[in-house]
């Protein structure tokens, strides 16, 4: 058989072809007519209403959903975090959701001040259903919902706009019709989603929203929640919060009803104007922060962003954003690592690990740069006074105390790492604070130790290559007894006598000198051998560990008549001792360098 083939196509031609194509097949969304934008101007001052929707759109982008209990574990775990808003489900849906808000009512387990959040479709059996579903809680938000865009319209329901809005208008009032099924001690306020908001003439998504709100006629005592979805992110954030403010402009035109904040939010009056991000083009979080500042004042999301496609808004980012800036966001996340570890062994999702915030690796630093910049950062603000000064370390946004995390994790060392790094887990970890000079010897030990095995090192592994490779040094040099005098000074500074028996190269000396302390004295004896002669060209000593545990730590940098440099470390319970340690290790890596 003849086999057939493609003739070659330049590179160049092939580019300028996907690129003709690319360009037939996606077209740019275009800007909003929106002729005094006010939000580039405002901040965001305080936080707003949140409502999680984990229970719900979370776990309905799950493989496998939860269960009634894991599900009960999960509210609990809300209520812990401080939300006042979350959507429990689809009580209409099937068996497990229905049974889950019944136990929730019956057991008693919503709080007086919490509100819980229902979703349903506008059919009257359905209706009825989730009203039998949420009666008996103190606080149901029943949310409503059809999708309003140009593409639903023509190829989801074939409708047209105007039968678009009676459509939402006789959901509204089947639900005004089925009241009678809940009791007066549960309240019922109405939350309205104009599905696909995002991707929906403005106008429109206007006259929709209006006939609703006349349809329910809400009153500030119980206000009419309007929420706007981006159900699929369509445009760059700035375009998100264009067509937050239009909207909210041109209701407030139509309807009259709202009070505005200073920060631009509306507050008071008879609707909330609320915000359901989604995560298709990766910039949830900013398309809600900026929909903020447009004038929404309430937020739906997920922890994480879990949710369909892409996700939905990570709450904990927005939220967490705001406490960056001072700002109290009312959600506690403190303990953030044990948020992660029940959000994962309830859900089966994983947090990534460079997840903003709560990430295994978000306040870990492995460039040597990075590293040294946070140590010195971190040392400067122990000085000034830690905690009673304002924040501001390089690289870390927050404390990591502040959600919990230690500064032990903040450093990690591979084969990335600079000499800081190395510094400051032998710090932080094990009291071992190197001389500046050393830190770019230690820091290289590590670093080619790291690289060579191809992983990261824990901190007891860095500790190790320390302590073999300066405190525990054996050969050619070793000591096997010492004994020092305090003479009477008299007219001579050499007032200690120290008397030692070495090993060199496996022959062993006994010899004797004077100095003005155990480390020049053991210096002075060692010049009776065949040790090579040096000169002590600097020395550091510190204490490590506390009360009976105390010990010495010794450095030194050692000079030999060869013109070779190097610094040696020890560490004793005796001060004197740490020192001659210290020179023993300079002196064994000395050989070692030259074998």
């Not at 934008?37 to 949140?50: E, L």
């Not at 190097?566 to 001659?580: E, F, K």
Request: charged fraction near 20%; charge should be negative.
């Amino acid at each position: 058989m003849e086999s057939l083939s493609c003739p070659a196509v330049p590179l160049e031609a092939f580019s300028k072809l996907c690129y003709a194509f690319c360009m037939a097949k996606y077209q740019p969304f275009g800007k909003i007519n929106l002729e005094k934008r006010s939000w580039p101007d405002n901040v965001i001052t305080k936080a707003p209403i949140w409502c999680s929707v984990d229970l719900r759109d979370g776990n309905q982008a799950l493989p496998v959903p939860m269960s009634v209990e894991q599900k009960l574990a999960y509210f609990d775990l809300l209520l812990k975090i401080g939300f006042k808003q979350i959507e429990i489900g689809f009580p209409s849906a099937n068996d497990t959701e229905y049974s889950f808000v019944r136990r929730l009512i019956d057991e008693n387990l919503i709080p007086q001040d919490v509100a819980v959040q229902v979703l349903c479709q506008a059919r009257k059996p359905l209706i009825r259903q989730t009203f039998s579903a949420v009666n008996g809680a103190p606080h149901v938000i029943f949310h409503l919902y059809n999708a309003v865009s140009e593409v639903q319209r023509k190829f989801t329901f074939g409708m047209s706009r105007k039968e678009l809005v009676d459509l939402a208008c006789n959901g509204v009032r089947l639900v005004k019709d089925n009241l009678y099924y809940v009791g007066e001690k549960t309240k019922i306020q109405l939350e309205y989603s104009p599905e696909d908001f995002s991707a929906t003439d403005g106008d429109f998504c206007v006259e929709i929203c209006r006939c609703v709100y006349e349809e329910w006629n809400p009153t500030a005592d119980n206000p009419l929640i309007l929420n706007l979805p981006a159900t699929v992110e369509t445009a760059t954030a700035n375009i998100f919060a264009d067509q937050v403010e239009y909207f909210i402009t041109h209701f407030e035109d139509a309807v009259g009803i709202h009070e505005r904040l200073d920060d631009g939010r509306i507050c008071g009056g008879k609707v909330i104007i609320s915000l359901h991000n989604h995560n298709d083009r990766g910039t949830g979080v900013a398309c809600a922060e900026l929909g903020l500042l447009a004038g929404a004042s309430r937020v739906e999301g997920t922890l994480f962003g879990n949710g369909e496609r892409t996700g939905n808004l990570d709450i904990i980012t927005v939220a967490m954003n705001m406490f960056t800036q001072g700002i109290n966001p009312g959600l506690d996340f403190s303990r953030i690592n044990d948020v992660c570890v029940q959000f994962t062994n309830l859900t089966g999702m994983a947090v990534p690990v460079r997840q903003p915030y709560g990430g295994q690796l978000v306040f870990t630093s492995f460039s040597g740069s990075h590293q040294d910049a946070i140590r010195k950062a971190m040392a400067a603000r122990a000085q000034c006074g830690g905690d009673d000064v304002p924040w501001c370390i390089p690289y870390l946004p927050i404390d990591p105390k502040d959600v919990g995390r230690e500064y032990e994790e903040i450093i990690r060392i591979n084969a990335q790492s600079g000499k800081s790094g190395a510094a400051w887990i032998l710090e932080n970890r094990f009291g071992v604070i190197l001389p500046k000079e050393m830190q770019i010897i230690v820091g290289k030990a590590v670093k080619q130790a790291a690289d060579t095995a191809q992983k990261e090192l824990l901190p007891q592994e860095v500790y190790k290559l320390f302590s073999d490779g300066w405190l525990n040094t054996a050969e050619p040099l070793s000591v096997l007894d010492i004994a020092e005098t305090h003479m009477d000074g008299g007219d001579s500074s050499d007032n200690v006598l120290c008397r030692t028996s070495i090993l060199w190269n496996g022959k062993q000396y006994s010899v004797g000198g004077k100095g003005n302390g155990p480390v020049a004295a053991f210096s002075k004896a060692l010049a009776f051998t065949p040790v090579p002669p040096f000169s002590v060209a600097d020395f550091h000593e510190h204490s490590i560990g506390s009360g009976s545990d105390t010990d010495a730590m010794a450095y030194v940098k050692l000079r030999f008549e060869n013109g070779d440099v190097q610094w040696g470390a020890g560490r004793s319970s005796n001060i004197g001792r740490a020192g001659i340690n210290a020179i023993v290790s300079a002196i064994n890596r000395l050989s070692c360098s030259n074998s």
